[in-house]
């Protein structure tokens, strides 16, 4: 569903208006290689990995990259300079198609794949649109940058009926999953994540941490204050974060604190319902779920290993090795996996390239 970006931004701050009138909101996502084929060994799982191709311009340094349509708009800055910079259009197999001149004025810093299917050029302190007018792409409609982020922070996705949000309080703790209508415009909750037992524990955590840390007369060789608060919220006491998604007009509900995945119709009637299967080994899953763009399946990374979820069973199956800590950005597009790889060689020259890993 293509939206021109203006009339959407428009319609967010009609409804961030009429919002803030019912609650406030308390918020903190390559030259052609070799074709080769690996076995990787992950927890007595065998893994088959096939890598298809990598692109990479030997002229230009690869920045960001996104897909749409069935084409690659990539970030690009010529090597060796940081203000040369322009977006190439290829199509799938990285055939040139249209190249976006970048004034110097403008200093790209990533691209953002936006809730109404449009890609923005992301700048220090502004967004800049990418069109497409009579077979040329340009970048047009530019907007405030903090603006953009407060009218669309919440928003999660967009269909033919509803825009869908989550209200983020308590540090990620508690989530509240509701739709708007841009018909009836009135705010129906769905889902609610509930992890504020666990928050209120932090405090009475870092408390003891407090008393024992600073006794008279006592040595203290442990971590500091802050630091173990920051601890116990990412690590130790970290929420269990819930992950609202849809495919065409079916939700699926990752409910990671009841350990259950729904799938509901946009009517709410319950379709399916199964228990999580997830690894026992919770410290190596890195609660992030990943969504193919246009097949809809679902993925999740466990360790250095991407595994597809059954949203029927609840099981996962492992697929490739695809450690995102090596890879600037990942997407998942019919059913092949894209990383942007970069790192330099023996001279500090970046080097940056696109994989492509084939799923199935």
């Not at 030259?31 to 990995?49: H, P, R, S, W, Y």
């Not at 497409?132 to 009926?161: G, S, W």
């Amino acid at each position: 569903m293509k939206i021109n970006f203006t009339l959407v931004l428009l319609f967010f701050c009609g409804l961030t208006m009429s919002a803030q009138q019912d609650f406030s909101v308390n918020t903190g996502k390559v030259g052609e290689g070799d074709t080769c084929v690996k076995n990787i060994f992950l927890d007595q799982v065998m893994v088959t990995a096939e890598k298809i191709k990598a692109y990479r311009d030997y002229k230009y340094v690869m920045v960001d990259f996104e897909l749409v349509d069935d084409k690659f708009f990539i970030l690009q800055r010529k090597e060796n300079s940081l203000k040369n910079f322009r977006v190439l259009v290829t199509n799938m197999v990285f055939e040139p198609l249209d190249t976006i001149a970048i004034p110097e004025k403008i200093k790209p810093i990533n691209l953002e794949f936006d809730i109404a299917d449009n890609i923005q050029i992301v700048t220090q302190d502004s967004l800049y649109q990418i069109v497409k007018i009579e077979n040329k792409h340009y970048y047009a409609f530019p907007i405030e940058k903090n603006h953009y982020r407060e009218v669309l922070r919440n928003c999660l996705f967009m269909t033919d009926r509803y825009v869908y949000f989550c209200d983020i309080r308590a540090e990620g703790y508690l989530l509240n999953f509701y739709r708007i209508s841009p018909q009836i415009k009135e705010r129906e909750l769905l889902f609610c994540n509930n992890d504020l037992q666990k928050y209120n524990s932090i405090s009475q955590e870092v408390q003891w941490h407090v008393a024992h840390s600073s006794r008279n007369g006592s040595l203290w060789f442990g971590p500091n204050d802050d630091d173990w608060q920051s601890f116990l919220k990412k690590v130790w006491m970290r929420p269990e974060q819930a992950y609202l998604a849809h495919s065409h007009d079916t939700l699926f509900y990752f409910d990671h604190q009841n350990r259950k995945i729904e799938t509901f119709d946009e009517d709410l009637n319950l379709l399916n319902t199964c228990d999580i299967d997830y690894p026992e080994k919770e410290a190596f899953w890195r609660h992030t779920i990943y969504q193919d763009r246009t097949r809809g399946t679902f993925y999740t990374i466990f360790g250095a290993t991407l595994n597809e979820i059954d949203v029927k069973t609840g099981k996962t199956i492992p697929k490739i090795t695809a450690n995102n800590y090596l890879s600037k950005k990942m997407i998942i597009y019919k059913g092949n996996l894209y990383s942007l790889k970069k790192r330099r060689d023996s001279s500090n020259a970046e080097i940056s390239f696109i994989e492509k890993t084939k799923l199935y």
